[in-house]
């Protein structure tokens, strides 16, 4: 069972950047696609971005693609730089992980609420 802590979130300026970051109870590095979700208030989660191990390839949402960044560490954990904050940013943010033979997303942390103002 591998546990997800994200931290990292908070209150920032629209156009500005943030950084989130997820930390697994084990080492993910090799075995584990990690990912980022988001929810806004009265939505449904979706896809921000993706990494498999190794970093070997990296997957974005269009909405955000070019303005953030995911990466990981040779062991547990996974970032996520935001810039050029738009409204739509603002959600709660929760890191994913599962195993790179699996289909389904099977961890996640409790998430990392991101406001913005104007």
């Known amino acids: 069972q591998v546990q997800l802590a994200e931290s990292g979130g908070g209150l920032v300026q629209a156009g500005g950047s943030l950084s989130l970051s997820c930390a697994a109870s084990e080492n993910t590095f090799s075995n584990y696609d990690m990912g980022w979700f988001r929810q806004a208030p009265g939505r449904e989660r979706e896809f921000v971005a993706a990494i498999t191990p190794f ?3 990296i997957y974005y949402a269009d909405s955000v693609k070019g303005r953030f960044a995911i990466s990981r560490n040779y062991a ?12 739509e940013a603002a959600a709660v943010y ?3 992980a599962r ?20």
């Open 55 to 57: 970093g070997r390839d």
């Open 76 to 87: 547990n954990s996974v970032y996520l730089k935001m810039r050029t904050l738009r409204s």
């Open 94 to 96: 929760y890191c994913a």
């Open 99 to 118: 195993h790179s033979t699996a289909a389904e997303w099977s961890y996640w942390g409790q998430g990392t609420p991101v406001s913005l103002s104007s």
